[in-house]
């Protein structure tokens, strides 16, 4: 079946700096992909819809300068956190639906803490 | 605004009991209801719904969709220490490839 792999699965950095996770597809060409975060005892709230080679829409509330998505390729996007904060700190999980695949894949998750 | 709604938001049983979680929605041009299990990590994919009174079945758990009064059912029955998670409903609407989740509901099967 479709696999999502998604890097780091867990990552501590300072306020201030900037974090990259990534996420491929496998073993299928992702066309599109999305971007959620999830809060301790909450659901996943979508940031961001990516396709490849676009720029990436952001949801309502989502500052595009603070988290800037990447998919360059159709097995690749990465999410950068920049100038991270305590506050977001958070479960942040990356989804992938290809052309062939009806079925929305996701990744394992990384979990941010910004210290 | 589109929500989906589900019920209890947190479930406390014993192993064999019978558990029926539920999922209402209120989305436009509705296609598709999807359910997921979450346990430590990522989702993964139970089912998927998309016409009326058809039940689908996986093992001991089961889903039905009601399009008329816009909800679902996932059926978990003889319950085990493992279905413990937390259960996501979410729809996906015409037009869109967004997934809008629910809040989920928290089970706990304790032995």
């Known amino acids: 079946g479709a696999v999502v792999s998604q890097h780091p699965s867990r990552v501590i950095c300072k306020s201030g700096t900037s974090v990259k996770i990534e996420c491929r597809s496998l073993?299928?060409?992702?066309?599109?992909m999305f971007w959620y975060r999830q809060f301790p005892k909450q659901s996943l709230m979508l940031m961001a819809t990516?396709?490849?080679?676009?720029?990436?829409?952001?949801e309502q509330g989502v500052e595009k300068d603070k988290f800037l998505i990447n998919h360059a390729s159709l097995t690749l996007s990465t999410l950068t956190v920049t100038s991270a904060h305590p506050e977001d700190s958070s479960f942040y999980i990356c989804?992938?639906?290809?052309?062939?695949?009806?079925?929305?894949?996701f990744g394992s998750g990384t979990r941010l803490t910004v210290v | 605004e589109d929500k989906v709604v589900q019920s209890p938001l947190s479930l406390v049983v014993h192993e064999g009991d019978t558990v029926t979680l539920n999922c209402s929605y209120e989305?436009?041009?509705?296609?598709?209801l999807l359910w997921y299990k979450q346990e430590k990590k990522a989702p993964t994919f139970l089912f998927m719904l998309?016409?009326?009174?058809i039940e689908k079945k996986s093992g001991r758990l089961s889903s039905i969709l009601d399009k008329k009064e816009l909800f679902s059912i996932l059926n978990i029955t003889a319950t085990q220490t493992g279905d413990s998670a937390i259960y996501l409903c979410?729809?996906?609407?015409?037009?869109?490839?967004?997934?809008?989740f629910g809040k989920g509901t928290k089970l706990t099967v304790n032995p």
């Open positions: 989804s992938a639906r290809g052309q062939l695949n009806y079925g929305y894949t």
């Open positions: 073993d299928f060409q992702a066309t599109t």
């Open positions: 990516s396709n490849e080679g676009s720029k990436a829409t952001y």
């Open positions: 989305v436009t041009n509705f296609r598709s």
């Open positions: 998309t016409s009326s009174g």
């Open positions: 979410a729809t996906t609407q015409g037009g869109s490839e967004k997934l809008v």
